[in-house]
């Protein structure tokens, strides 16, 4: 099962707003990576994080993992058309395999 | 690089038959995963080959769910017989080990829509 809960589920924007999306764990992670799904399309990797208050820029997105290494954040700034999709966080449960959240759905209002 | 690539992009088939996803991981990555997508449950791990040999296939449904990789190339997920549950989109993902345990980037294939009638 999952081992990290992502909220919200979904996640409606005006076109230009920010917005946050956050991934918890009850447990402390090794590391975070997150993916972005675009509608009828497959995961593809965005950023991973490892370090303890990391923080990462690519472009609008920011990308933070907690001090206590429980929780990752994502932040987008100036919401466009195609920030559209469903971005999951993913966790490594001690060996090669990952565990996705459930995934924050992103529509954009124009 | 091609990426990873899947066949059939979609299928549509009756309950009871016989139905094979396949898999080509990029080359020179040397672990695959088969997951299941849906609205319902997810992203979920289904089957795990690490240098071709299964490594973890917990997350496997039940014995109607069977998966090979015959060389490193190559990998086919079976269902037989299948059932209307199993309509789903069927990714699979490779990715090269580095040594240091879920650091390793996935990447995904543009997934199987089945659709079991």
């Known amino acids: 099962g999952q081992q990290v809960m992502q909220i919200p589920q979904y996640q409606h924007v005006q076109e230009g707003e920010d917005f946050t999306t956050y991934c918890n764990s009850s447990t402390t992670l090794s590391n975070i990576q997150w993916y972005k799904q675009r509608p009828g399309g497959h995961p593809v990797f965005l950023i991973q994080l490892v370090k303890s208050g990391e923080v990462k820029k690519q472009k609008r997105l920011t990308f933070q993992f907690g001090e206590a290494k429980k929780n990752s954040s994502l932040h987008i700034t100036a919401t466009q058309t195609t920030d559209v999709g469903t971005y999951f966080c993913a966790v490594s449960r001690g060996d090669y395999k990952l565990s996705f959240g459930a995934g924050t759905t992103v529509t954009v209002r124009a | 690089d091609a990426g990873v690539i899947q066949s059939p992009r979609h299928e549509v088939t009756e309950m009871g038959q016989e139905v094979t996803l396949r898999c080509k991981p990029i080359?020179?990555?040397?672990?695959l995963f088969w997951y299941r997508q849906t609205m319902m449950r997810g992203l979920e791990l289904l089957i795990y080959?690490?240098?071709?040999?299964?490594?973890?296939d917990s997350g496997m449904p039940e014995d109607r769910f069977s998966a090979k990789m015959p060389n490193a190339s190559f990998s086919t997920l079976k269902i037989q017989p299948s059932e209307p549950r199993d309509s789903a989109v069927y990714f699979c993902a490779s990715s090269r080990t580095s040594g240091r345990k879920g650091t390793d980037t996935q990447y995904f294939g543009p997934g199987t829509r089945l659709t079991v009638l």
């Open positions: 080359s020179g990555h040397n672990s």
């Open positions: 080959f690490n240098n071709n040999v299964p490594i973890d």
